[in-house]
């Protein structure tokens, strides 16, 4: 059986050939298959990303053995992430049940506490051969269930981030550069010399969450600067959700999953396209 992988070949192969790796958040079968027939399709690697209520939802093993279908299925490489963990005993039994890949999001502790959590995760993660990756400053908005406010939010220090890399050992590194999880409340603005001077001190693939409703040129010049790993949940739920209601004004007697998924999934597909094409990652499996 061909085998779920971590991010880290990946990451690196995208931070070298100067584009991005799409993680796509997915909660149950139907939404894991258009990404994976989307990324088989334009022969893409993928990044499978689970939030922990999403990994409640649908089943860790669930996740990891319709991954493994995939990665069997279609030859292009595939990761399952978990996504925003913050618990690390969480993380272990996910590790422990095949997931090669893991956020440890420490991003609201302090710097020390953060560097703290993240070195136990890493220890562990890198006995399995599982990717770590961790944020360093704090994205305002809400995904799933974590949501902060956006007084709180905190963009990420070049410096920091450097002692930070070097400390903990993580393999990527998500920052705060003024993208936020969910939609905007006005127009998304990135702060991009910032960007420059996080990549020139940290060699680490760079992630950037929060990538929903974010214009495609400013996604795709946070790429040209070095972003390795482009996070997107919402754009991809919205036009989901959105067909599936119109089916069902359209034909308020549907009971049939198998035809009022459809369109839904059909709408989302396009959308996973498109996002691939803006990473760039379109031929690089
Ligand atoms: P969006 O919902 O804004 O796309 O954010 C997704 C994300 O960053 C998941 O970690």
Redesign the pocket.
């Known amino acids: 059986m061909k085998k779920i992988l971590s991010t880290r070949e990946m990451l690196l192969k995208a931070q070298k050939g100067g584009y991005a790796v799409p993680a796509f ?1 997915i909660h149950n079968l139907e939404t894991l298959q258009v990404v994976v027939e989307t990324a088989a399709e334009l022969n893409s690697p993928v990044i499978l ?1 689970g939030t922990p209520s999403t990994i409640v939802y649908a089943g860790g093993e669930y996740i990891v053995g319709m991954a493994e279908v995939a990665a069997e299925k279609y030859n292009i490489p595939i990761a399952i992430h978990l ?2 963990y913050e618990n690390i005993e969480e993380i272990k039994h996910y590790v422990d049940l095949g997931f090669k890949s893991t956020m440890i999001d420490a991003s609201h502790e302090d710097f020390i506490n953060n560097i703290k959590a993240v070195q136990d995760v890493v220890e562990y993660a890198h006995r399995f051969d599982a990717t770590v990756e961790a944020e360093l400053g704090r994205l305002g ?1 809400q ?1 799933d269930d974590l949501i902060v406010d956006e007084k709180d939010s905190m963009y990420t220090n070049a410096d920091q981030a450097k002692e930070f890399v070097e400390k903990t050992g993580i393999d990527s590194l998500a920052i705060a550069i003024g993208t ?3 939609l905007y409340k006005g127009k998304a603005k990135l702060d991009f010399e910032r960007l420059k001077e996080i990549r020139s001190k940290v060699n680490v693939p760079l992630v950037l ?5 974010v214009p495609d040129e400013l996604v795709k010049k946070a790429i040209s600067l070095g972003i390795c790993k482009v ?5 991809l739920k919205i036009p989901f959700s959105n067909e599936v209601k119109k089916y069902f004004i359209e034909n308020p007697e549907a009971n049939d999953p198998r035809k009022y998924m459809t369109p839904g999934k059909e709408a989302m597909r396009e959308i996973v396209k498109h996002k691939i094409m803006v990473c760039g990652s379109n031929g690089k499996a």
């Open positions: 958040n990303a996504d925003h908005g995904e936020a999880h969910g969450h929060g990538a929903s409703d996070n997107v949940a919402t754009d």
